[in-house]
């Protein structure tokens, strides 16, 4: 989502900056010993484990972009081990989750990552798609720790370490397209606006749009805008000028926000969907608030956190009994969805009596059907694909838990079935 002159060049200066912070992390530090170790209950270690605990990492935006989204994945990450370690942790180990905030600044984040690397087991929180790119040469090559990220860019798939959850923005934005063909009155000759961030994000979910607008008969206008761009009077000009009859959006919060309210202000009155990290239930709280419940949709790799199931209504209690000040919204989802698959695999990895990086990878690949309770199985045994090619739409409503109601159940379109991703 950020670069200098384009995707593959951010790609490539954030590359060399892992140069520059040094990647010889592989020479183990004294606190993680020097090597695969063999504790008294017979469970191999290694890096990431000292005494009793097993450390993971979390990169996190508290204060960048996605502020919003990092604050709740980060607390429904943190929630999870709590309960965890009290029901015994894993394998007679707790668990501890050591979290930096890198604001969403691609130096930052990297320099996090070299930083934690060395000490963890793996991370089960990296927000950014251009800094997981970023890293992934490295962690497919010498790391090796499992990385379950809040990034669904296409160019992360085929990483048997890094695992996508959920459909990718490519498929995603598919099925978001053909939910406006279906039920929205987009049809063959149309034009559909695609405002999307430059970079991982926006550039996969590119892919996606055109792909399906090609089997759809449809002409998609493309306005490209940096994560700092918040005002988006200009895109609404241009989209409504072409005559476009639906949008989509890549983008942040604000971003998404500021579309949706320009357009309502403006009399242009076209259905807008976004990818799933591009709504904030505080949005309806803010002079767009409603126009996002008129005519605003969002893709979404899961049902909502406010969802009719007993994981969710639980999940809810629990996490407004340890949060009572905080808004419920989906980065609460996508935080406790991760952090269950990653916990999921330290217990496979248990049975095996191997809790090194190898082990716990290996145990996830094992996992062929996870769902926590938010209507999506993920299947992660083909490093290749994504997780899952379903999504579920919701539009924003006050009046439910987390903002966010259901108006399409999980479905993966038929062109979303017949898509590969790269080819």
């Not at 790391?143 to 160019?155: E, I, N």
Request: hydrophobic letters at 40%; aromatic letters at 6%.
């Amino acid at each position: 989502m950020i670069r200098r002159t384009g995707p593959r060049a951010a790609a490539g200066a954030l590359a060399a900056l892992l140069v520059l912070a040094g990647c010889s992390s592989k020479a183990k530090n004294a606190e993680n010993g020097d090597g695969d170790t063999q504790s008294a209950g017979g469970v191999k270690t290694g890096d990431g484990i000292s005494g009793r605990t097993i450390t993971l990492g979390a990169l996190t935006d508290m204060t960048g972009v996605y502020a919003t989204l990092g604050k709740s994945v980060t607390q429904a990450q943190q929630l999870y081990v709590k309960q965890l370690n009290a029901d015994g942790g894993v394998c007679g180990y707790k668990v501890r989750l050591t979290v930096r905030d890198h604001g969403y600044d691609p130096q930052k984040a990297v320099s996090g990552y070299t930083e934690l690397e060395p000490k963890v087991l793996g991370f089960a929180q990296f927000i950014g798609s251009p800094f997981v790119a970023a890293v992934k040469q490295r962690v497919d090559g010498q790391d090796k720790g499992l990385v379950l990220p809040q990034a669904w860019s296409s160019a992360l798939l085929g990483s048997p370490y890094i695992r996508v959850i959920g459909s990718t923005y490519d498929i995603e934005t598919i099925n978001a397209v053909d939910f406006l063909v279906q039920e929205k009155g987009v049809r063959k000759g149309d034009k559909i606006g695609h405002v999307y961030f430059e970079g991982d994000y926006g550039e996969s979910a590119l892919v996606g749009s055109k792909h399906i607008a090609k089997e759809k008969g449809l002409t998609v206008v493309e306005q490209k805008i940096k994560p700092t761009d918040n005002d988006m009077t200009a895109q609404v000009a241009a989209l409504k000028q072409a005559g476009v009859k639906g949008i989509v959006i890549s983008a942040g919060p604000r971003q998404a926000a500021s579309l949706v309210g320009v357009a309502a202000a403006g009399g242009f009155d076209v259905p807008i969907i976004g990818n799933n990290s591009a709504f904030a239930p505080q949005l309806l709280a803010t002079q767009a608030g409603p126009a996002l419940m008129k005519n605003y949709y969002v893709a979404s790799p899961s049902l909502p956190i406010g969802a009719d199931t007993p994981e969710a209504k639980k999940l809810v209690a629990d996490y407004q009994a340890a949060y009572p000040k905080d808004a419920l919204d989906n980065g609460i989802v996508a935080g406790w969805t991760a952090v269950s698959a990653f916990g999921e695999a330290l217990k496979k990895a248990c049975e095996t009596k191997d809790l090194t990086r190898e082990g716990v990878d290996k145990a996830l690949l094992a996992i062929d059907s996870f769902d926590v309770g938010f209507g999506i199985a993920q299947d992660f045994t083909d490093p290749k694909s994504a997780s899952s090619r379903q999504s579920v739409i919701l539009q924003p409503d006050k009046g439910v838990t987390g903002g966010m109601k259901v108006v399409r159940e999980a479905e993966a379109s038929e062109v979303a079935e017949a898509y590969t991703p790269g080819a």
